[in-house]
């Protein structure tokens, strides 16, 4: 739905919610359901963003997730991230179940798999299993080629991302191609007018406001690709490899999903295309490339997401960010933290997933990282070491022959050949010199 007319509007809401990607429209419904009277207001259409080209397996297993939290933030803090996870897969089939939503949903098993060292995968199932995932170790896959091991969990799930939010977005007032410019205290400030919210929510992927918040200097962004192949046998179980180029593989419908290629946003994606297809063509000779796309996502620190209040200093705004590619069980996730934050309720997540939160030390690692690519960022921004300059902070773009896009190694944002804005957190397009 567009904007309707000046003259209909109705400017005070209750709850705005800046994005319809999955966690916008998931928390909209969510509160919705309260009765609360929510507006959901979107730059481009419902699901336009990274949802849209997600591989959508909705899993608790994140690759060697669990082993890797009890390092970096305790055991407990690691097993409420498996329940939460664990609950937000539960939590699909019972919202697909009661609103009879036809989106292809399906319980699979899914899999973390090594062609070379099984050594971490027991350590995962280890954590795992520690914290009532119900998972275990084997060398027999579907896979086109002979794995070391793999770890499985059970009752995992996909669906079709786009059925779902198609189905759940009809229920809800969503504005398409309404760009929010700015949040000021209570406002929404959009390009024609000003509304006005008691609370707002940002689920914009990357939080667009700078300060306060400071997400610029707490999460960076990270790009993969992903092939569409026709012709191939079926893979029933979702597949995540934890080698270095390692590939995923995912079945929808008839075709398999083939992905791999990550990098972060703005370095040298190493052609990731063609090495997908050389994969494609080797382990199923007969397939044809349907179509193939990438998107990216927020990587924060500590590699929990930030869900709750944007700052101490913003009591009415909200942010919703820092999925790492695991966005299906973290906007569901988010939707019930925020659900209950906003009826009053307490929420046994809120506090692991607190924006608020204190960093433990194993961040620091990652956050030096982040800081000292934004300065050579910016020096190269600067000096002009490059065409274009990202209109975020000033930082050089550099060019991914991959996407034909410029993208900022700084923060992820992407622009066109011409410098047309394509993702955030840039606000505006950016110049790029001829
Ligand atoms: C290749 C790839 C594969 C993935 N596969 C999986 C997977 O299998 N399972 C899984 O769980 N996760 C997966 N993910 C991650 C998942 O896709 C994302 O985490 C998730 O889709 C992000 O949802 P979102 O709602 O936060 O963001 P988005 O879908 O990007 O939604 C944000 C919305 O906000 C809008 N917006 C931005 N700025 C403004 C503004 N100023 N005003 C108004 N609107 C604005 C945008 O247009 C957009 O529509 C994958 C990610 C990648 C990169």
Redesign the pocket.
């Known amino acids: 739905m567009e904007a309707p007319g000046k003259e209909r509007i109705r400017d005070n809401r209750e709850v705005i919610v800046?994005?319809?990607?999955?966690?916008?429209l998931l928390t909209a419904f969510f509160l919705k359901e309260q009765g609360i009277d929510v507006l959901v207001?979107?730059?481009?259409e419902i699901?336009?963003?990274?949802?849209?080209?997600?591989?959508?397996?909705?899993?608790s297993q994140h690759g060697l997730k669990y082993s890797s939290l009890i390092k970096s933030i305790g055991v407990e803090r690691a097993r409420m991230y498996a329940q939460a996870n664990e609950q937000a897969i539960r939590e699909y089939e019972r919202l697909i179940r009661d609103h009879g939503i036809e989106c292809e949903f399906k319980r699979v098993l899914a899999y973390l798999y090594t062609t070379q060292d099984e050594e971490l995968l027991k350590m995962e199932e280890d954590a795992a299993t520690l914290f009532g995932i119900d998972a275990f170790f084997t060398t027999e896959t579907e896979l086109p080629f002979s794995v070391k091991g793999a770890l499985c969990f059970r009752n995992q799930a996909r669906f079709d991302p786009h059925l779902f939010m198609s189905h759940i977005s009809r229920e809800l007032e969503v504005w398409e191609h309404?760009?929010?410019?700015a949040v000021r205290g209570n406002q929404v400030i959009l390009e024609d007018r000003v509304l006005t919210a008691e609370k707002i929510i940002a689920?914009?992927?990357y939080p667009?406001r700078n300060v306060p918040g400071f997400y610029f200097l707490r999460e960076h962004q990270e790009?993969?690709?992903?092939l569409e192949l026709a012709g191939c046998d079926k893979i029933e179980g979702m597949y995540y490899g934890i080698d270095k180029d390692g590939l995923s593989f995912?079945q929808a419908g008839d075709f398999l999903l083939l992905?791999g290629g990550s990098h972060r946003t703005g370095q040298e994606p190493g052609e990731a295309y063609r090495r997908l297809t050389e994969a494609a063509k080797r382990y199923f000779p007969d397939c044809r490339i349907q179509s193939r796309w990438?998107?990216?996502?927020c990587m924060p620190h500590d590699g929990v997401p930030f869900i709750g209040r944007y700052s101490v200093f913003t009591p009415d705004l909200y942010v919703?960010?820092g999925?790492q590619?695991?966005?299906?069980?973290?906007?569901m996730i988010a939707a019930m933290i925020l659900r209950d934050e906003l009826c009053g309720r307490q929420n046994p997540y809120a506090k692991l997933f607190s924006p608020q939160r204190v960093y433990g030390k194993a961040s620091i690692g990652n956050l030096l990282l982040d800081v000292g690519m934004s300065i050579k960022g910016l020096y190269r921004g600067l000096f002009r070491k490059t065409p274009g300059r990202c209109s975020h902070m000033g930082c050089g773009l550099e060019w991914n022959p991959e996407e034909e896009s410029w993208d900022c190694p700084c923060h992820g944002s992407r622009f066109s050949v011409q410098g047309k804005l394509l993702d955030?957190p840039a606000?505006k397009d950016a110049e790029i010199k001829k």
């Open positions: 800046i994005g319809a990607g999955m966690a916008g207001l979107e730059a481009k699901g336009s963003g990274q949802t849209g080209r997600t591989t959508a397996k909705i899993t309404t760009r929010v410019s689920a914009t992927h667009f790009r993969s690709y992903v995912r992905g990438s998107a990216q996502d919703i960010t999925f590619k695991w966005g299906m069980t973290s906007s955030n606000k």
